[in-house]
């Protein structure tokens, strides 16, 4: 199952991590791969692509970024909306994808689970409008669902699902905040 949140934050907090996450103070750090994962999966739609990333949080090392206490309170607005309580967050960790001349648009990077574990789950958080689609797939990599990044918008989902992003080609930026949690009940 794969819950779409739309336009659940205030617009002011939506503005304002948008506003900072593309702050030349951000700090970005370059990152050869979109996942570690590779299930060796042969489609001629899969090509990963480079990033930069901005690890927020760390569940072995803690708060890596000033910005954590910012970026949190979406989670705490996800464990509002949706009832559920957050035992334990195991990262967070804010992408920024650009254009890459090789991407078409059926393409798609590395097809990878955040984690395999019944109770951990992952919220992605779309920062901004652009195109490069978040696409989901069963366990024999058939497209289920694919969701367009829109700004506030926020997709739900067990972090065993399959999933794979997409390089932006029709904007210039793509950005996105993946927080991977363990919840009490599930």
């Not at 991407?103 to 097809?111: C, D, E, P, S, W």
């Not at 195109?131 to 797939?137: A, H, Q």
């Not at 366990?139 to 990044?149: G, Q, R």
């Not at 926020?154 to 793509?174: E, M, Q, V, W, Y």
Request: charged letters at 30%.
């Amino acid at each position: 199952m794969i819950k779409v949140l739309n336009n659940f934050l205030p617009k002011a907090l939506q503005d304002d991590i948008e506003s900072k996450m593309l702050d030349t103070a951000f700090g970005w750090y370059y990152s050869p791969e979109t996942a570690d994962e590779d299930f060796s999966h042969t489609d001629n739609n899969v090509m990963d692509s480079y990033q930069f990333t901005h690890t927020v949080y760390f569940y072995d090392t803690g708060v890596n970024s000033d910005y954590y206490i910012l970026i949190k309170k979406i989670l705490n607005h996800v464990e509002k909306i949706e009832d559920i309580k957050v035992k334990k967050i195991l990262r967070i960790k804010a992408n920024f994808t650009v254009p890459n001349i090789n991407f078409k648009l059926n393409n798609y990077t590395r097809i990878h689970k955040d984690e395999h574990e019944k109770n951990d789950y992952t919220f992605l958080y779309y920062v901004n409008d652009s195109d490069g689609d978040t696409r989901f797939f069963d366990d024999k990599f058939k497209l289920i669902n694919s969701i367009k990044p829109k700004k506030g918008t926020g997709a739900l989902f067990k972090s065993k699902t399959l999933h794979s992003g997409s390089c932006p080609i029709n904007h210039d930026k793509r950005l996105v905040i993946n927080f991977v949690f363990e919840v009490e009940n599930d």
